[in-house]
């Protein structure tokens, strides 16, 4: 099998899943029982916690677990709208961000909020002019992801920050969906930023939400404290203590890790450069886990079974999309149908080996000659 999937999830690793064994089985308290057994789960968790708060370089307070990253997502949006209503009711976002974000600001469009898209740049920065000329005194939120999920653009969130804090009633959110595990993150200038275990090697089921301690926000699910006030219902330990590991593991040797997908991205561009009809869409600063390609004329859904038959495994869009439309990343970024309407992603991982590289680039030229007629 080759898997080039990794930015819809990551296999477990094996220490995770040992760890996750392991609490399940010895730890059987509820971290919110006063009794022994639950003192000794309550500690389990503080530990993880203070590990996590500890590889971001924030409070022990300010670290939320959640089922995901789009709980997190929502927790952030909605509990932002709901605990500050009389601040203003505009909200900064991008046309770039995960359905998880742009589907909870359509709602709140519904409700009366009024939604800018900030600009982005050809190749997907925003545009940090649009950006200040959009933010008011009213704007209560301004949410945008760290790396787009689709082509891999990674978004300089410490200049749109400084911006932010330039208003002190606008509160930044940001998706780290994709940028945790893979690229160095400073949450110097950010007020809330979202993650997923799954994308880092860790169980599905468990994700974070970072809230700096001068940002309060109204849960969205209430039934009193559990890890924190903020996320109502038994602590999951298991997931809680495993995430905590592999994130340590994500961050451990970081760059090295980073140097080898940046190697494995040039060639396979290179490689795709030299087919006729693959187009390379990922702009050159996107990070290099996500290679963005299209394929005019061949539908990606058939390219990714006629793959799927060789076992070889990829996305087209995002594992979240909510349609088979034209890729919204790709529309604002300037590319029309032709390219849009085709879009497939390649995602990659310490742990790609060269050689799936070249199979897989092997098996996608027979692939197009083959589909081509």
């Known amino acids: 099998m080759i898997y080039l999937d990794y930015s819809a999830t990551t296999p477990v690793d094996k220490e995770v899943l040992d760890t996750f064994d392991k609490v399940t089985n010895d730890y059987i308290g509820n971290p919110n029982s006063l009794h022994k057994l639950g003192i000794e789960a309550r500690k389990l968790m503080d530990a993880s916690v203070n590990q996590v708060a500890e590889l971001l370089n924030v409070k022990s307070s300010e670290v939320i677990f ?13 509990g932002v709208i709901n605990k500050y209503p009389n601040r203003g009711n505009h909200i900064i976002t991008t046309k770039l961000e995960h359905s998880s974000v742009l589907e909870a600001v359509t709602y709140l469009e519904k409700k009366g909020y009024i939604i800018d898209y900030v600009k982005v740049t050809k190749d997907g920065q925003v545009d940090l002019e649009d950006l200040k000329r959009l933010i008011t005194k009213d704007t209560v939120l301004v949410s945008i992801c760290h790396v787009n999920s689709e082509v891999g653009i990674k978004e300089d969130i410490n200049s749109i920050g400084k911006i932010v804090k330039e208003y002190p009633t606008t509160i930044f959110h940001v998706d780290g969906t994709q940028a945790i595990g893979k690229v160095p993150v400073d949450l110097e200038y950010v007020d809330l930023y979202s993650f997923s275990s799954h994308k880092f090697y860790g169980l599905k089921g468990c994700g974070v939400l970072i809230k700096k301690d001068n940002i309060d926000i109204d849960p969205i699910l209430h039934g009193g404290k559990s890890q924190t006030v903020y996320r109502s219902g038994t602590p999951a330990l298991g997931l809680i203590v495993s995430t905590a590991k ?30 006729e009809g693959v187009i390379v869409n990922s702009p050159e600063n996107s990070i290099p886990h996500i290679l963005n390609i299209s394929i005019p004329g061949i539908k990606p859904e058939v390219m990714q079974h006629a793959l799927e038959e060789e076992d070889i495994y990829i996305s087209t869009k995002t594992a979240c999309s909510k349609d088979n439309s034209d890729s919204l990343t790709l529309t604002e970024l300037g590319f029309d149908h032709s390219i849009c309407g085709y879009s497939l992603r390649i995602s990659l991982s310490y742990k790609t080996t060269e050689e799936e590289i070249n199979r897989f680039v092997d098996i996608l030229k027979i692939k197009i000659d083959e589909l081509s007629f």
């Open 246 to 275: 592999a994130l340590r593991l994500a961050l451990d040797d970081l760059n090295s890790k980073y140097d080898y997908v940046k190697d494995l991205n040039n060639k396979l561009r290179n490689k795709l450069k030299d087919i």
């Open 66 to 78: 959640t089922s995901g990253a789009t709980e997190s997502n929502n927790l952030a949006i909605y």
